[in-house]
């Protein structure tokens, strides 16, 4: 697919292949842009689904059975878990395309045991982007799911690092890239409440974040607030180690945390997990302003 644009006199979007490609935004005659792309180093805004992050081994149990979701998935020989979803492999159709808006659609890829689709758009308004994922579920099963987006920004546009700001309830306990039922209160809470840029490669975590709570990026230049929709109550920071990415941060929206079907499982609550009734949809939003 051939990169997609939507402009207005003080932004631009670009969108390859259901991917953000790149957000520019013009302000006292200044062009910045906020978003990072570097696909040979695996650097590419996409959105997670039918499920965010990452599931433990692969293992998925379902109405419809137990299922290993690293089989046949494109990313099984990198990683140990299944991570992201399959919709980042996708190959999206276009449904509308016009001079503010793009809307995309395709099939749940395997190894997802279950027939449905994701439509996925783009708004574009004076100063604010409106991104809208709805999961349809055509099978005769009940299906669990989650979704999100997993954005890279670069830490700087010129100046000083981005400020991250967000009120959280607690992060989940991390221990071998999978949480455990443990609910952390920890140091950088209070620190994302009052804004900080995290160190490089200090973070890989995922916070529960209170229900009123937008999240702010503060540059010098100009802040971006995110406001998702009620669904989308976690929020992941990633911050990667030194090296050729070290100058992005990933501040990923999304519905779940990491392994929530198998946390589910086990009745930990919290989890975010949802569920799907048979030919039934369901959208979630994450709208983003700048000043």
């Known amino acids: 697919m051939e990169v997609l644009k939507i402009n207005n006199k003080n932004s631009e979007v670009e969108v390859l292949n259901n991917n953000l490609k790149s957000l520019k935004i013009t302000k006292n005659e200044n062009q910045y842009n906020l978003i990072a792309f570097d696909p040979d180093n695996f650097v590419s805004s996409f959105i997670m689904a039918p499920w965010v992050n990452r599931i433990k081994n692969g293992k998925f149990k379902c109405e419809k059975g137990e299922f290993n979701l690293l089989q046949d998935h494109p990313l099984a020989r990198n990683f140990k878990h299944a991570i992201h979803g399959t919709m980042l492999f996708a190959e999206w159709n276009i449904i509308n395309y016009e001079q503010n808006l793009i809307e995309l659609s395709s099939k749940i890829l395997k190894p997802w045991p279950f027939d449905g689709e994701i439509n996925s758009k783009f708004s574009l308004f004076e100063n604010k982007l409106l991104q809208e994922l709805t999961i349809i579920n ?154």
């Open 138 to 291: 055509n099978d005769k099963s009940v299906m669990p799911f989650s979704m999100g987006w997993h954005p890279w920004f670069n830490r700087s546009l010129g100046s000083n690092d981005v400020l991250v700001r967000f009120e959280s309830e607690f992060k989940w306990k991390i221990e071998n890239e999978i949480p455990t039922s443990e609910k952390l209160i920890s140091d950088e809470i209070l620190n994302f409440k009052n804004g900080y840029s995290p160190y490089i490669g200090s973070l890989d975590d995922c916070y529960k974040i209170n229900t009123e709570s937008d999240v702010k990026l503060e540059w010098p230049e100009l802040s971006l607030k995110i406001n998702s929709s009620n669904e989308c109550g976690h929020l992941t920071v990633y911050t990667p180690p030194r090296g050729i990415n070290e100058n992005y941060i990933c501040v990923e929206p999304q519905t779940s945390t990491i392994n929530s079907f198998q946390l589910d499982e086990e009745g930990i609550d919290d989890n975010g997990t949802l569920f799907l009734d048979p030919k039934d949809r369901k959208t979630i939003f994450t709208e983003w302003e700048w000043s």
